[in-house]
């Protein structure tokens, strides 16, 4: 929901226009404090703000991924809380390498989430195998095993770059939900 | 009439938060009784010593930091202390100083990391936010020192990369002794609480004779009443000239391990007081050959990581990148102990003695 602002004329109070009402209904409905939006859009918006990722903590992207949620970056703010089980989970964020005796585990979790589910790639080696694509154990990129949503790149992630990549998803999340297309 | 009871087989892992990483525990239970566990290992198995073959030393440095990515300096401090044995090279006095420092702030880093998720462990949440609040601290040091904030790839084979920035020593010397003070908090808080007391006390308990005989190094070794630290008994770098104990447990159980840790972050904050104070003015960088060819034969070259005995075995053919090369992983040879430690105990005691070993799953499987 985009609030429009009438910059002709500034005395004008700024309101929400929404889909198939006018602008005098619009403007009503705005000054009386009423939202209206489809269900899935409410949706996604309690949804992105409430993501529970599983805690996926393979290398060394997971102690970046633990400072994140520690004191000082403090990822609670976002309303992302670690969670220990699949089955409680929204999102998972791959923090860490793959290897190739990982990749079944790592496929079973995403099979074990309930929908909707998200997939963040944390780090150059959930993304393309990183500094260690050219070892015979390792998986080139996450995305080879289950589909990924957001790639953070990065050796590893620092924190803020985390937190704008989870960002990032919960944008996607609200703008799906509008029927756009994002890549 | 006797109850019928069958055993349970459980798994435990890959994915699972007290883990730490990916270590997978198959226990069999009879009740809450461990009757067998096996570890399994390789589910972080990225082939460093493979790649390493197909890599110059230098190149090899940034590997070294996704070892023990808890300890990234010291792994540093490994290899290219080994390649420097190998060649006969000189490191120049304030190189060797700023090595000491980061070293032993790393190392205060994973302790207190292991402090933190020992405690997560055992129910403490509060802790862990203490003590990353504490390690950010260390790591802004180390970020401003070289760049990166986990793996460091700072220093090179005879120095170190970056000298220090403006005014790094003096805010050095202030973190030293804000964390003495939080140290003492740490005690208060922790250390005193009667649940945490029955938690570890007198569980996993193993003797002298059989932390030597499973090759254990490090805490997992001192905690036993055995003094034996590589820094003392066979002094690397410049750690002779520094005066610091060699921290030594009594009982050989979970709570001299978590007390050894504790003291150590003490004992390692002397050294990079003393370090500091000494630093001298200097070059960083020492007179090495654009490329490093160490000379053909077998070399051997350890330092005391921060979960023991951290080994690079080099086998050269007098070529610029190894024909082998092996890293003697302290988390990997004390893990081997696990199995051993958990058979006659309850599932709770597991997460207990498991984080008390203090692994990282880096190290384990390389």
Known sequence: MEVTKNTANPQEPAYVQFEGFSKEESQELSKAGVLIGTLEQVKAWARSNSLWPLTFATACCGIEMMGTGAAHYDLDRFGIIFRASPRQADCIIIAGTITKKMAPILKRLYDQMPEPKWVVAMGSCATAGGPYVRAYSVVKGADQIIPVDVYIPGCPPSPPALIYGLNKLQEKIRLEAKGKKVR | ?366
């Open chain 2, 1 to 366: 009439m006797a109850i019928r009871t069958e055993e349970l087989l459980m798994n435990i892992g890959p994915q699972h938060p007290s883990t730490h990483g990916v270590l997978r525990v198959v226990v069999k239970v009879d009740g809450e009784i461990i009757v067998d566990a096996e570890p399994v290992v390789g589910y972080l198995h990225r082939g460093t010593e493979k790649l390493a073959e197909d890599l110059q030393y230098t190149q090899i440095i940034p590997y070294t930091d996704r070892l023990d990515y808890l300890a990234s300096m010291i792994n540093n401090h490994a290899i290219v202390g080994a390649v420097e044995k190998a060649m006969d090279l000189e490191v120049p006095e304030r190189a060797e100083h700023l090595r000491v420092i980061v070293a032993e702030l790393q190392r205060i880093a994973s302790h207190l990391v292991f402090f933190g998720t020992y405690l997560l462990d055992l129910g403490a949440m509060s802790p862990f936010l203490y003590v990353f609040a504490e390690r950010e601290k260390i790591i802004d040091l180390f970020n401003r020192l070289c760049g990166a904030r986990l793996t460091f790839n700072y220093m090179r084979v005879g120095g170190v990369k970056w000298d220090t920035p403006e005014g790094w020593v003096e805010e050095a010397k202030q973190f030293v002794q804000h964390l003495k003070k939080q140290m003492d908090m740490y005690h208060e808080l922790v250390t005193g609480n009667e649940i945490f007391l029955n938690r570890v006390k007198g569980i996993g308990k193993f003797d002298t004779e059989t932390a030597i005989n499973f090759a254990m190094s490090g805490i997992n070794l001192r905690s036993t009443g055995f003094n034996w630290d590589l820094r003392k008994n066979k002094p690397y770098s410049i750690y002779d000239r520094f005066d610091f104990d060699v921290v030594v447990g009594e009982n050989g159980d979970c709570y001299d391990r978590y007390m050894c840790h504790l003291k150590e972050i003490e004992q390692s904050l002397r050294i990079v007081e003393q370090a500091l104070d000494q630093i001298p003015e200097g070059p960083v960088m020492g007179k090495v050959p654009k490329i490093l060819r160490v000379p053909a034969g077998e070399y051997y070259s350890a330092v005391e990581g921060a979960r023991g005995e951290l080994g690079v075995y080099i086998v050269s053919e007098g070529k610029d990148k190894p024909y082998r090369l092996k890293f003697r992983r302290p988390s990997f040879v004390n893990l081997q102990l696990l199995p051993k430690l958990l058979v006659g105990q309850s599932m709770s005691n597991l997460i207990a003695i498991l984080g008390a070993v203090d692994i990282v799953l880096g190290e384990v499987d390389a």
